[in-house]
């Protein structure tokens, strides 16, 4: 079975672009997360979706945003770039809400 | 503030010895932890989880205790293998209210086994 797959694995804009990320979930999982991880830290939570619901938000500005299509995959936005987005943005999906969450290997988002 | 820190950066142990692998939390509304094992270019595998109405759990050569009066856990690997070399992170859950399965994560510990 496929694993939770993200698109593209690298990306690289500049400062005031916007870009979207996206994320398929292993097959079944209704709960989709992200994190966003910078160089030398753990992951930091971003989001959480379950049928389609927001059911958490972390300490993001209002730049960033995401949603859950009816398939379960997830897009991630995030407006206005700035240089401190640089970082590894990880997907992940668990089968419902409480679950072990299962990662995607990420997006590598470098902004110049 | 970090609610969940792993104060080793780095661990070096020898193939087959034990290693033994450290978090500290601060919050007491975590109910469940986890961790997770990095190899570069790849996502976290998540390894073993513990609830925190137990105290031990073990899975294979992991082992994962919780000292929930100490706010303390750690992950055993028993024996110590050369392809267990990776990054370690320790996750805790917050559930509560509307918000379940959020987790946090430490930064990591870099486990280097010897052959």
């Known amino acids: 079975d496929a694993g939770v797959t993200q698109s593209p694995t690298h990306l690289i804009k500049t400062r005031g672009q916007q870009v979207t990320l996206r994320c398929s979930p292993i097959s079944g999982h209704k709960s989709v997360s992200w994190y966003q991880q910078v160089l030398g830290q753990g992951p930091q939570f971003i989001f959480q979706y379950y049928e389609k619901e927001e059911r958490g938000r972390g300490n993001f500005p209002d730049r960033f945003s995401a949603r859950q299509f009816p398939n379960y995959s997830s897009e991630l936005n995030v407006n206005a770039l700035l240089l401190g987005d640089s970082a590894l943005y990880l997907c992940a999906s668990s089968l419902v809400l409480g679950q072990p969450q299962h990662f995607g290997d990420g997006t590598r988002l470098s902004i110049l | 503030d970090q609610q969940v820190k792993q104060n080793s950066p780095s661990l070096s142990v020898q193939e087959g010895r034990i290693s033994i692998l450290n978090c500290d939390y601060t919050?007491?509304?975590?109910?469940?932890f986890l961790w997770y094992k990095k190899y570069p270019a790849e996502g976290p595998t998540f390894l073993i989880s513990i609830s925190s109405i137990k105290d031990k759990n073990e899975d294979g050569r992991f082992t994962v205790f919780l000292n929930k009066s100490a706010k303390h856990l750690s992950l055993h690997i028993v024996p110590s293998q050369p392809g267990d070399s990776a990054v370690y992170f320790c996750a805790a859950r917050l559930n509560y209210g509307g918000s379940q399965g959020n987790l946090i994560f430490g930064k990591g510990t870099k486990l280097s086994v010897k052959p």
């Open positions: 919050n007491s509304m975590f109910d469940y």
